[in-house]
T-cell receptor, first 111, second 116 residues
Framework: GQQVMQIPQYQHVQEGEDFTTYCNSS?????IQWYKQRPGGHPVFLIQ?????EVKKQKRLTFQFGEAKKNSSLHITATQTTDVGTYFC???????????FGAGTRLAVHP | NAGVTQTPKFQVLKTGQSMTLQCAQD?????MSWYRQDPGMGLRLIHY???????DQGEVPNGYNVSRSTTEDFPLRLLSAAPSQTSVYFC???????????????FGSGTQLSVL
């Protein structure tokens, strides 16, 4: 079945450093979504990528979708303490309604 | 709009007990789903529904039942609770896509379940 792997599991950075999390699917995806979960909270949608090679930016966050539509990345430039949380990617396959989540990357930012 | 409402927020069960986790959404979303979250394993899909009267299994359906009699509600039933079902459970909903892509999920605040 469809599997989505995400690395690293945990990342600890100093405030101001950059951060990247990577997501890889065992199958070709129709789209990939990214979510953020603050400690003690629920996942909140950040963005969706649909096109091969697509790059989207949200302020300091840059999201990429691979050319083969099997991998994706989230890069945060100059992290802030407000970036703390767990970032999940979720992949969807064409013809299927379900979204399969990666294990998430927990980001800790130290001032 | 309340969005996605889950009850209860916390629950402690003994092994073998049954219970139902409630989920309701007021956004007229056709798609609803249940995930469980365990440390290091992310969010794993239990069951999902693309509309009233239609349900399907996700990645980890064993030990759980669902039904979808209305668009608004999607309860999750644990028939005989086991310690392995100790987890945080999230309900999520979205509008229906044309299945070539997925719509964004709106999550409830979660239910923390402990099975002793």
């Amino acid at each position: 079945g469809q599997q989505v792997m995400q690395i690293p599991q945990y990342q600890h950075v100093q405030e101001g450093e950059d951060f990247t999390t990577y997501c890889n699917s065992s199958t070709t995806l129709s789209n990939i979504q990214w979510y953020k979960q603050r400690p003690g909270g629920h996942p909140v949608f950040l963005i969706q990528l649909v096109k091969s090679g697509e790059v989207k930016k949200q302020k300091r966050l840059t999201f990429q979708f691979g050319e083969a539509k099997k991998n994706s990345s989230l890069h945060i430039t100059a992290t802030q303490t407000t970036d703390v949380g767990t970032y999940f990617c979720a992949g969807g396959a064409s013809g299927y309604n379900k979204l399969i989540f990666g294990a998430g990357t927990r980001l800790a930012v130290h001032p | 709009n309340a969005g996605v409402t889950q009850t209860p927020k916390f629950q402690v069960l003994k092994t073998g007990q049954s219970m139902t986790l409630q989920c309701a959404q007021d956004m007229n979303h056709e798609y609803m789903s249940w995930y469980r979250q365990d440390p290091g394993m992310g969010l794993r899909l239990i069951h999902y529904s693309v509309g009233a009267g239609i349900t399907d299994q996700g990645e980890v359906p064993n030990g759980y039942n669902v039904s979808r009699s209305t668009t608004e509600d999607f309860p999750l039933r644990l028939l005989s609770a086991a310690p392995s079902q100790t987890s945080v459970y999230f309900c999520a909903s979205s509008s229906r896509s044309d299945t070539t892509t997925n719509e964004k999920l709106f999550f409830g605040s979660g239910t923390q379940l402990s099975v002793l």
